[in-house]
């Protein structure tokens, strides 16, 4: 166990809707757990600890039963061991006898424990090395009921939600501003995560801090009451062990160039898990669909003539998705559900030598995975067929099996795109928006969708580009989301969908307004011509145009800046 700054807070008997308190005085002691302090109070259900990651992180833990702070704290790590382990900081806590209660001081963090019937009150004040005090607590005492069911839950109250305040994340979600909604965290497509961003804005002050829930289990944030925010979870179980508890952390985060952000991320992803590096054909474009089908005669090397397609108009993408549908196998011929090592390992050699990167979908499982990635496969993509099939901790390690599968028995990097993510799932994945209709409500739901994915830690998010349904019959709703995603770290088209003329090879090819090209007036000195753009193999904007020459028929290559004419939709 390693060694943490504790203050526990043990049980006692006092009636209330919540763990009761009484006022006696605590006793410190030193902790089995390291080197730190405990503080003992009696309450009425259970056992509070009140410790420090760092200096600018407190963290909250309850428990049934009354328990030490070592047993508390070794029941949650347990639990938590699988996605990364909480290093040692050293412990310097200073208690303090309050009116109504205690302070407790450490690093740049200090809590006021407020002691009433109803239970104990936590409140914790940051001050910054520039000397400004952000202030993150509980409007009053948790609440939690107890059962041997799921069912069991707890129920943490925040401050006043007036307009001053703002809360996000919570992973995709549809909204700017979660501000006067009600919204589940839930093991879901498109991805949730249990860690919202808590913002204030008082004048030129301002409170900021991350408030991560460390559970396996779901929840519910209330975001309407105006008298304070409700974040419920439910109560989380370690293996073999009978306690219940809820643990939560509150991350102000070490300020850098007045940048409270920064630092907060800093910390969850310590605690989670730190996003991976997408390697560099991950950054190109993907193309994802079936090849044994029908359509392309039950042969998977089809794929190989798809490649072709996209050197000879000089499409830039970087990996193609070859078995992407439900019950589409990997070989050549009639064989239902097929996986043939050998055609696999074909594709994979011919996609590389083409400049590409193959990779697989699955949901089902993976079915000769170290097989596959030895005979080049880089990608991965899971399913909610798969990853949606059990609880939140099976989905995460599913992913987890994947990025392993693929790092051990190759020397790439994980690149996995899934649906059902969590937190520390940012470690390991891409995490898309799932099945979408492509609209144009789709992408100004997409924004939304990344915002609060990008505040809930995820640092690679994507969707299907115009989604896998739906979408313009003129190719516009194509272009113009084409264009977004190819700002963005990781974009993907699937092409296996309901509409088979569904990628940037086949939409609106004789405008050139997707991916390589849109419609640009050339101007010169001799006459005006109007022509697409010819695109390198490049990804954002950077194009090589044909200019004008009296002495050229076609035109010679050469560098121009084109005037593009741009169609805006309709409201």
Same mark, same amino acid.
């Given at each position: 166990?390693?060694?943490?700054?504790?203050?526990?807070?043990?049980?006692?008997?006092?009636?209330?809707?919540?763990?009761?308190?009484?006022?006696?005085?605590?006793?410190?002691?030193?902790?089995?757990?390291?080197?730190?302090?405990?503080?003992?109070?009696?309450?009425?259900?259970?056992?509070?600890?009140?410790?420090?990651?760092?200096?600018?992180?407190?963290?909250?833990?309850?428990?049934?039963?009354?328990?030490?702070?070592?047993?508390?704290?070794?029941?949650?790590?347990?639990?938590?061991?699988?996605?990364?382990?909480?290093?040692?900081?050293?412990?310097?806590?200073?208690?303090?006898?309050?009116?109504?209660?205690?302070?407790?001081?450490?690093?740049?963090?200090?809590?006021?424990?407020?002691?009433?019937?109803?239970?104990?009150?936590?409140?914790?004040?940051?001050?910054?090395?520039?000397?400004?005090?952000?202030?993150?607590?509980?409007?009053?005492?948790?609440?939690?009921?107890?059962?041997?069911?799921?069912?069991? %839950?707890?129920?943490?109250?925040?401050?006043?939600?007036?307009?001053?305040?703002?809360?996000?994340?919570?992973?995709?979600?549809?909204?700017?501003?979660?501000?006067?909604?009600?919204?589940?965290?839930?093991?879901?497509?498109?991805?949730?995560?249990?860690?919202?961003?808590?913002?204030?804005?008082?004048?030129?002050?301002?409170?900021?801090?991350?408030?991560?829930?460390?559970?396996?289990?779901?929840?519910?944030?209330?975001? #309407?009451?105006?008298?304070?925010?409700?974040?419920?979870?439910?109560?989380?179980?370690?293996?073999? /062990?009978?306690? /219940?508890?809820?643990?939560?952390?509150?991350?102000?985060?070490?300020?850098?160039?007045?940048?409270?952000?920064?630092?907060?991320?800093? $910390?969850? $992803?310590?605690?989670?898990?730190?996003?991976?590096?997408?390697?560099?054909?991950?950054?190109?474009?993907?193309?994802?669909?079936?090849?044994?089908?029908?359509?392309?005669?039950?042969?998977?090397?089809?794929?190989?003539?798809?490649?072709?397609?996209?050197?000879?108009?000089?499409?830039? @993408?970087?990996?193609?998705?070859?078995?992407?549908?439900?019950?589409?196998?990997?070989? /050549?011929?009639?064989?239902?559900?097929?996986?043939?090592?050998?055609? %696999?390992?074909?594709?994979?050699?011919?996609?590389?030598?083409?400049?590409?990167?193959?990779?697989?979908?699955?949901?089902?499982?993976?079915?000769?995975?170290?097989?596959?990635?030895?005979?080049?496969?880089?990608?991965?993509?899971?399913?909610?067929?798969?990853?949606?099939?059990?609880?939140?901790?099976?989905?995460?390690?599913?992913?987890?099996?994947?990025?392993?599968?693929?790092?051990?028995?190759?020397?790439?990097?994980?690149?996995?795109?899934?649906?059902?993510?969590?937190?520390?799932?940012?470690?390991?994945?891409? *995490?898309?928006?799932?099945?979408?209709?492509?609209?144009?409500?789709?992408? @100004?739901?997409?924004?939304?969708?990344?915002?609060?994915?990008?505040?809930?830690?995820?640092?690679?998010?994507?969707?299907?580009?115009?989604?896998?349904?739906?979408?313009?019959?003129?190719?516009?709703?194509? *272009?113009?989301?084409?264009?977004?995603?190819?700002? *963005?770290?990781?974009?993907? $088209?699937?092409?296996?969908?309901?509409?088979?003329?569904?990628?940037?090879?086949?939409?609106?090819?004789?405008?050139?307004?997707?991916?390589?090209?849109?419609?640009?007036?050339?101007?010169?000195?001799? #006459? #005006?011509?109007?022509?697409?753009?010819?695109?390198?193999? *490049?990804?954002?904007?950077?194009? #090589?145009?044909?200019?004008?020459?009296?002495?050229?028929?076609?035109?010679?290559?050469?560098?121009?800046?084109?005037?593009?004419?741009?169609?805006?939709?309709?409201?």
């Amino acid at each position: 166990m390693r060694a943490l700054a504790l203050l526990a807070l043990v049980g006692g008997a006092v009636a209330g809707s919540g763990p009761g308190a009484s006022t006696g005085e605590p006793v410190v002691s030193s902790v089995s757990a390291g080197p730190g302090a405990a503080v003992a109070f009696p309450c009425a259900k259970g056992t509070y600890v009140l410790s420090f990651y760092d200096a600018h992180t407190a963290r909250v833990t309850v428990a049934t039963g009354a328990l030490s702070a070592d047993a508390v704290l070794k029941g949650v790590d347990t639990a938590i061991a699988a996605k990364q382990a909480v290093p040692a900081v050293p412990a310097d806590v200073v208690v303090k006898k309050a009116a109504s209660g205690w302070t407790v001081a450490y690093g740049s963090i200090a809590t006021t424990v407020t002691a009433s019937p109803a239970g104990l009150v936590f409140s914790h004040t940051h001050t910054s090395g520039a000397g400004k005090a952000a202030t993150v607590g509980e409007a009053k005492p948790m609440e939690w009921t107890v059962a041997s069911t799921p069912q069991a %839950s707890s129920t943490e109250f925040f401050p006043a939600h007036d307009d001053t305040v703002g809360w996000y994340g919570a992973g995709m979600k549809y909204n700017f501003n979660h501000k006067g909604t009600n919204i589940s965290v839930v093991k879901d497509e498109p991805s949730n995560a249990p860690f919202v961003i808590y913002a204030k804005q008082q004048g030129a002050a301002s409170s900021v801090a991350g408030i991560y829930t460390n559970t396996w289990l779901t929840g519910a944030y209330d975001f #309407r009451d105006a008298g304070y925010a409700q974040l419920s979870h439910g109560f989380d179980k370690p293996a073999g /062990q009978g306690v /219940q508890y809820v643990d939560r952390f509150i991350i102000f985060g070490a300020t850098q160039d007045g940048n409270a952000f920064r630092g907060i991320y800093d $910390t969850y $992803t310590q605690l989670t898990g730190r996003p991976f590096m997408i390697p560099l054909y991950g950054l190109g474009l993907g193309d994802s669909n079936c090849y044994h089908n029908g359509r392309h005669d039950n042969d998977s090397t089809s794929v190989l003539t798809i490649a072709d397609e996209y050197n000879k108009r000089h499409l830039p @993408a970087g990996w193609l998705l070859f078995n992407d549908g439900y019950g589409c196998g990997i070989g /050549q011929g009639d064989a239902v559900f097929p996986l043939d090592l050998d055609v %696999s390992a074909k594709v994979s050699a011919g996609l590389n030598a083409r400049g590409f990167v193959a990779g697989m979908w699955s949901s089902t499982g993976l079915r000769n995975f170290s097989a596959l990635v030895k005979g080049g496969i880089r990608v991965g993509k899971t399913d909610v067929a798969w990853v949606g099939n059990n609880d939140l901790r099976y989905a995460f390690d599913s992913v987890q099996e994947v990025a392993t599968g693929i790092e051990q028995d190759s020397e790439s990097r994980r690149f996995i795109y899934t649906c059902e993510g969590w937190a520390g799932t940012q470690k390991n994945a891409v *995490m898309w928006t799932g099945d979408n209709i492509g609209s144009w409500e789709y992408q @100004a739901m997409q924004l939304q969708y990344y915002m609060n994915a990008m505040m809930s830690g995820m640092a690679h998010i994507s969707g299907d580009i115009d989604g896998i349904y739906g979408g313009s019959a003129d190719g516009e709703t194509y *272009m113009r989301d084409l264009q977004m995603k190819s700002m *963005m770290t990781a974009f993907m $088209t699937m092409t296996g969908g309901p509409r088979t003329r569904r990628s940037s090879r086949t939409h609106s090819l004789s405008s050139s307004r997707v991916l390589r090209g849109r419609t640009s007036t050339l101007r010169c000195a001799s #006459r #005006r011509i109007s022509t697409p753009c010819r695109a390198r193999r *490049m990804r954002r904007g950077t194009h #090589r145009c044909a200019r004008c020459s009296k002495s050229s028929s076609p035109p010679a290559t050469r560098c121009c800046s084109p005037t593009t004419r741009t169609r805006r939709p309709s409201s």
